[in-house]
């Protein structure tokens, strides 16, 4: 019998989950880097992408606002799977969930942070191995603060990302209202854009809101969680709408429609368009910004990878349950800290060191955590409606779990596809590999769970723990 198994209740309120949600998706980063990739395949029509991508993202968030407000669990996904499908597949859900965000932990914070800034630091750029010391300070930073509790991530999350936001904003209006920008509303047709070419652009637009649904991995630390969560999915999912529109509009037109084909090839444009516009200063200033949004991120991930990792050291998920413990005075589950800790370094070296490159090795390593989630989301809005359909017997109240999610699972779908039919050379076929890997992995575990627990034990995977 393991004692403290509850997480310490009432930690923040709903502007802390609001800016969860923002720092896991992080607005200037993306924005730094991602536009490009986006520019590339839609040309000047990024924009549009962003907003088409929020009707995608907001029927996929319509599972988590939905469930959010009836369940509380730091499993997340997989307490939401658990409800509607069993926890067989709640099981499954959970090592594709784990896997997702420790994919998205060592890809995008660690990975892509040292990449991002070893450029930037003599005696390291060029170094074959002069990333890896640089990988170390995301690290440090993210599980320092989660060793002391979920409070002093929190407040960093809340006021770097808030910082973050703004200053997007600002120089977003800044660059729109330029007399050297020239205005135009061909950002939001599909003038020169294929459908193809829509269609996958808004995949990836897509994945800049990965990570706005996190919030519920805090749901049983939040006060009064069945009010605030659902409320801080929607705040967060506003915020960031009118973050990416607004910023990628200002980004495209601040370079200039005539040459986006510059755009999409330039390195950092992000940087030289804020230069351009606000000079040396404020472009520093971004890239500080930038820096600390792939730190803020991994602490949003940090804590989301955490909880899920103490639900499923709780639920006797692959973890021993031994490790979920709560420290009594900070609320911090430091067992699981300490795990989180050495398997984020472990895997970080590895991926860098064989790959030979943390933006190759970033590459593979964020594609298949997206793997893993789609997964995970498809599975998430199945079991929307069969657990609605057991609660809400009136057709009229349980057709909107079954239909509302309907697009997300034909976005999450498309993009499974891209990944199980790419060609099978390279990276591609490294990704497709590892991909069905996981998913195998994740059968055997689902078929084995049963193994060592009573029917009764069974049953709590996933069930909210009532304090």
Not at 13 to 36: M, N, T
Not at 154 to 162: A, D, E, H, K, Q
Not at 230 to 245: D, E, N, T
Not at 252 to 275: E, H, K, Q
């Amino acid at each position: 019998m393991v004692e403290n198994v509850l997480l310490k209740r009432n930690v923040a309120g709903l502007w802390a989950g609001v800016f969860q949600s923002l720092a896991y998706v992080a607005p200037a980063a993306v924005a730094a880097s991602f536009f490009v990739v986006e520019a590339s395949v839609a040309g000047a029509a990024v924009p549009l992408t962003f907003l088409l991508a929020i009707i995608g993202v907001a029927s996929a968030m319509y599972m988590n606002y939905e469930f959010s407000k009836r369940i509380s669990h730091a499993g997340g996904y997989y307490a939401y799977v658990s409800a509607g499908l069993g926890p067989r597949f709640g099981a499954f859900s959970a090592w594709l969930y784990w896997v997702n965000v420790l994919g998205a932990l060592v890809g995008f914070s660690v990975l892509f942070f040292a990449g991002v800034l070893q450029p930037l630091v003599p005696g390291l750029a060029g170094n074959t191995y002069g990333w890896i010391p640089l990988a170390f300070i995301p690290i440090a930073i993210i599980f320092l603060l989660l060793y002391f509790g979920l409070k002093p991530s929190l407040y960093y999350t809340l006021i770097g990302s808030l910082i973050e936001v703004s200053f997007l904003i600002i120089v977003s209006i800044v660059i729109i209202t330029s007399p050297q920008t020239t205005n135009s509303f061909a950002p939001f047709t599909t003038e020169g854009v294929s459908a193809s070419q829509l269609g996958l652009a808004t995949v990836y637009a897509i994945l800049g809101f990965v990570g706005l649904g996190s919030v519920i991995t805090l749901s049983e630390e939040l006060g009064r969680p069945k009010r605030t969560v659902p409320k801080a999915i929607i705040l967060a999912l506003v915020i960031g709408a009118v973050v990416y529109v607004l910023s990628s509009y200002a980004f495209v037109v601040g370079w200039g429609l005539n040459d986006i084909n510059g755009f999409a090839s330039a390195t950092n444009p992000g940087f030289i368009i804020v230069n351009k516009y606000l000079g040396p200063i404020a472009m520093s200033i971004f890239i500080i910004i930038t820096l600390n949004s792939f730190i803020s991120n991994g602490i949003a991930e940090g804590n989301a990878f955490t909880r899920l990792g103490f639900a499923m050291s709780r639920d006797r998920i692959l973890l021993n349950r031994r490790l979920a413990t709560v420290d009594p005075r900070t609320g911090a589950p430091k067992r699981i800290v300490i795990f989180s800790f050495a398997i984020t370094t472990a895997l970080s070296l590895i991926a860098g060191l064989l790959l030979k490159d943390p933006f190759l090795a970033a590459t593979v390593v964020t594609t298949v955590n997206g793997a893993s989630l789609y997964i995970v989301h498809i599975l998430a809005n199945i079991s929307l409606p069969v657990y609605g359909h057991r609660k809400l017997r009136v057709l009229k109240k349980w057709l909107p779990f079954a239909l509302g999610p309907v697009i997300a699972t034909i976005v999450y779908a498309y993009a499974l596809f891209g990944v199980f039919t790419a060609p099978l050379n390279g990276v591609d076929a490294l990704i497709m590999i590892i991909v069905i890997v996981v998913v195998v992995i994740g059968i055997i575990l689902a078929s084995l769970i049963h193994i060592g627990k009573t029917r009764e034990e069974m049953e709590t995977i996933g069930r909210e723990i009532e304090a």
